[in-house]
Each structure stands twice: as C-alpha cells, then as structure tokens.
C-alpha cells in the first residue's frame, strides 16, 4: 500500500473506497449520457494501481495543475505500467477539493463518464489516492482511481 499520506488522513481509507465502489458495482448504476449499466463484478484493491494514483496525485498538488495527462505527458495506462501493472485495460477517475470518500464518489457518479469508468464490467481492480494539497494549490484534495484489467 502506498502509506497513509496517499489518503487525506482519512480513516480506514482503503476499505472505505473499495467497499462504496463494489457497492455501486453491484447495484448498477444509470451514468446520464453514458448510458445505463447493469451490476458489475466486485473490485480488487491493488497495490500498484494505487502506486500509479498516488504518483498521478502526487504530480498534480507538486505542480498545482488538474488533468488526466502528467506533467510529462504521460497517460494513467504509462503510470500503471511504471508501477509494474501489467494491463489489458485501463481507465482512470479524477477529482479536486473533496474532503471526503463519500463526497468524492458522489461527484463520480454524477459526471457521466467517471460513472461509466466505475460500473465497466471490463476492470477487475482498482487503486486510489488522495493527496492533501498546500497553501500555494487550487484544491484542497486531489484524488486519482485507476481502474484496470490485467493481460
């Protein structure tokens, strides 16, 4: 596992995150414009996807920027692979300022396309951090979910 400063401080972060994905999973979900999906198979928590989050979290408070790509270009599949993820598949959920599992998942299951990331019955596990932002960042929070299957 990555440490607790991949967590926001947040008590029983993992288990907390794994429990409230594989609950919607199993529920399905309708995803706005993405479509409805029916439920899905339960998550694996993996210790390299949450390498990849944390090093995608980590890059965004250090540089004060919001975006899918790194700050040297790099895709969340290049991220996942750098942490030893040997994947077939791939996606990757973030967020800003949330103070919260709960809140955070929410906003996800709000924007069609991140809805559509969690309930894609393709990924088998999941990784995720949240890294505390600095006075000198725009958010408070910064959270990456990288989803994947592995080849």
Do not use: K
Request: aromatic share 10%.
């Amino acid at each position: 596992m990555a440490g607790t400063r991949a967590t926001c401080q947040i008590a029983d972060f993992g288990a907390q995150a794994l429990a409230r994905v594989n609950a919607y999973r199993a529920a399905g979900a309708s995803c706005g414009s993405s479509g409805s999906f029916p439920a899905a198979p339960a998550l694996a928590w993996n210790d390299a996807l949450t390498q990849a989050s944390l090093v995608h979290s980590d890059d965004m408070v250090e540089r004060n920027f919001f975006s899918h790509t790194g700050s040297d270009g790099s895709s969340a599949g290049q991220r996942a692979t750098a942490a030893g993820y040997t994947w077939s598949t791939w996606g990757e959920n973030i967020a800003a300022g949330q103070p919260s599992v709960d809140s955070v998942m929410a906003a996800w299951l709000a924007s069609p396309g991140h809805c559509a990331n969690l309930m894609n019955a393709r990924f088998r596990d999941i990784g995720l951090a949240c890294v505390n932002g600095t006075a000198s960042n725009s958010y408070r929070t910064y959270w990456t979910m990288t989803l994947g299957a592995t080849r």
